[in-house]
């Protein structure tokens, strides 16, 4: 007989490729706003003879793209868990290597969701300028409305991002078209040089290069997160990572094409962007809304590192490198504690720079070469060890963009380092010493446990019970009844102030226990000050000293409204007594029993 099985209904909650490329992506495709710029900006240095090299640095950086592409998507498919360089490094570089890669890629995330909505909030108060001292609220209020897309799942953030994604691709693609179409620029560009422009070399080359690999960022995210595909999920992240690497190459010729031909130079008022579009497309509707749209993708390019960290810190919790709270995901397949750890830490960066982008940039783009460095070295590892198929040509690629993410790596950080570069060399090595702390204190809680040892047989121990009670009600009934159903012997312990409004409640609350007769006996704790805590934390201790039972349980009935807003109405009378007990004895096992007022309205059964 055939049976039929439904597909999980999680994958509903992962992503396609095309929704992969809008939720990854869009770090590195809208890094042509701003990539081919920071060419420009380097080689206009050297004047007109320098900006005849962009065109060729432009394709430096595209073979680059090119090697980094069949890189990821070879470890895609051999690290089919995700972690991208982390997970290539520990493998084959050691656990040192791998640390630095992941410090230094969560730093990129971090920077990449900051700048995206920094740099999106900043093209739109350009444009209204009266927005300009509320810069900061829209970042917060940007980064809020993209985390909060991400927390209600991975897949229904991405489908927000689809539409937005093909409209900027067409839009660039207009845009190149119209200019490779044309002759001579509708509008005139601007062609503003320096007074004496420096020689071209070598050095002038490699910060061109250097800069420009900006545009490269991004690149690896789908690697990280090969977890967020559906079945087949491997095959799915490699097409999304060969069209990300097919438009990306696309764009930035195309774009560096148009910059060789219409002599594009740095404005101190329009993007190199802007510029292309007006001389393609001319100063109408089509520019207004390149320019929108470029702000829109600006801003959700933050997205790419809400689709890569958390996955991220979910293998470096599963490897005890971080709490293991950064390994659980929620309902909607969304790894939450880093959603929302990423969002705290990029408003805050937000905060602190007072939405500026050129304040985040300086040290913007370096950690993901270090990724880009280890994955690359790693990969040359990995190809030698299998010694399989065709494996020396492979590794000849990985090992020469080893070695081109290396020299950009120094260049940025040498070019930087002034700047603010100077940050990632203090905050990487304090992440990894962060890592290593936490797996020491998972190794040292690992032999307390004697984790992977076979304990002995579980055997049953008499218990004391001990259930705090502030008087007689439906409540102190089904917390006696819960402990009769756990313990050996039972006893009720209230607490009695020395306060004239009080006196003679004890000896009422004794009377009315006996006329109750629970067959538990009811014992009154003295206290000169209202504070709960203290006297039960003293009578637990003398149990302890008295050492006549092998476990002590303290078991604490408590209120649970049926509406959530109802729980300010209650007093917090469980969690205090359980932070009592929890900082002054040591052998006690703390039980809030939680009944609900809703479950109280029913009647009693026997």
Known sequence: ????????????????????????????????????????????????????????????????????????????????????????????????????????????????????????????????????????????????????????????????????????????????????????????????????????????????????????????????????????????????????????????????????KFHVTESPTRTVLAQLTSASLGHNFAFYAIQLITTVLLALAANTSFGGLPVLASLLARDNFLPHVFWLKADRQVHRYGVVVLAVVAGILLVVSRGNTQALVPVFAIGVFVGFTLSQAGMVRHWRQQHGRGWAGRAVINGVGAVFTAAALAIELISKFAEGAWLVVIVVPLLVLMFTRIHAAYARIGVLLRAGEQPPPPRRRSSLVVVPVGGISRLTAEGISAAMSIGDEIVAVTVCYADPEDEGADAHLHEHWEQWHPSVPLVTLHTDHRSLGPPIVDYLRQIEAEDRHHRLVVLIPEVMPSRRWQQVLHNQRGFVLERAIQRGTVNVVICRFRYRLATMAKPPQD
């Open 1 to 260: 007989m055939r049976v039929m099985t439904a597909a999980p209904d999680e994958e509903r909650h992962r992503l396609t490729a095309l929704e992969g490329l809008a939720a990854l992506s869009l770090d590195a495709l809208s890094s042509v706003a701003y990539g081919p710029e920071a060419i420009v900006i380097v080689l206009v240095a050297a004047g007109t003879v320098g900006l005849s090299y962009a065109l060729p640095v432009t394709g430096a950086i595209v073979l680059l793209l090119a090697v980094l592409v069949i890189s990821y998507r070879q470890i895609i498919a051999a690290f089919p868990g995700g972690g991208g360089a982390y997970a290539v490094a520990s493998k084959h570089l050691g656990t040192m290597p791998s640390l630095i890669a992941a410090a230094s890629l969560i730093v990129d995330y971090l920077l990449n969701a900051a700048v995206g909505v920094s740099a999106g909030v900043e093209a739109l108060t350009s444009a209204y300028t009266g927005l300009y001292p509320d810069r900061v609220w829209i970042c917060l209020l940007v980064l809020a409305l993209i985390t909060a897309a991400n927390l209600w799942g991975v897949a229904d953030s991405a489908r927000l991002f689809i539409v937005p994604t093909v409209i900027f691709i067409v839009a660039i693609a207009s845009v190149i078209a119209g200019g490779l179409l044309r002759n001579h620029p509708l509008v005139p560009v601007a062609h503003i040089m320096p007074m004496h422009p420096e020689v071209v070399g070598v050095l002038l080359l490699l910060r061109a290069f250097a800069s420009g690999c900006s545009a490269l960022t991004g690149v690896e995210a789908i690697a990280n997160a090969v977890p967020s595909f559906r079945q087949p999920r491997a095959r799915r992240a490699q097409h999304t990572e060969m069209w990300l690497g097919i438009l990306l190459a696309g764009m930035l010729i195309g774009l560096g094409i148009l910059i060789r």
